[in-house]
């Protein structure tokens, strides 16, 4: 399972992206994906996580209200809204089996990340 994080750039403080995660085969709906971000010298950390049909859906309290995950037939999306400079972070995603498992870094795939600048 190859996945592909896009969507990253520099945006100001209060501003919006929207990152994407894609999947070159046609399996992508039987895994449950999740966001993660890290900064350099600080430890990996969970954002949220999405179950394979979409309906089930987990946070963690530091976007909760701010970041919303989806999901399509080829893609996983993290809307992030209200960004801040301490959002800044490399951010991957990853494919395992139980969306829920993801807080505690139960996954069986990880992707490649893209860059988020937030600017004060």
């Known amino acids: 399972v190859q996945l592909q994080a896009s969507g990253g750039g520099l945006v100001q403080a209060g501003g919006s992206l929207r990152l994407s995660c894609a999947h070159s085969?046609?399996?992508?709906?039987?895994?449950?994906v999740g966001w993660f971000r890290q900064t350099p010298g600080k430890e990996r950390e969970f954002l949220a996580a999405?179950?394979?049909?979409?309906?089930g859906t987990q946070y963690a309290d530091s976007v909760k209200g701010r970041f919303t995950i989806s999901r399509d037939r080829t893609s996983v999306y993290l809307q992030m809204n209200s960004l801040k400079p301490e959002d800044t972070a490399v951010y991957s995603c990853?494919?395992?089996?139980?969306?829920?498992?993801?807080?505690?870094?139960?996954?069986?795939?990880w992707g490649q990340g893209t860059q988020v600048t937030v600017s004060s």
């Open positions: 990853a494919a395992g089996g139980n969306y829920r498992e993801f807080v505690n870094f139960d996954y069986d795939f």
């Open positions: 999405i179950s394979q049909s979409g309906a």
């Open positions: 085969g046609r399996t992508f709906g039987v895994y449950a």
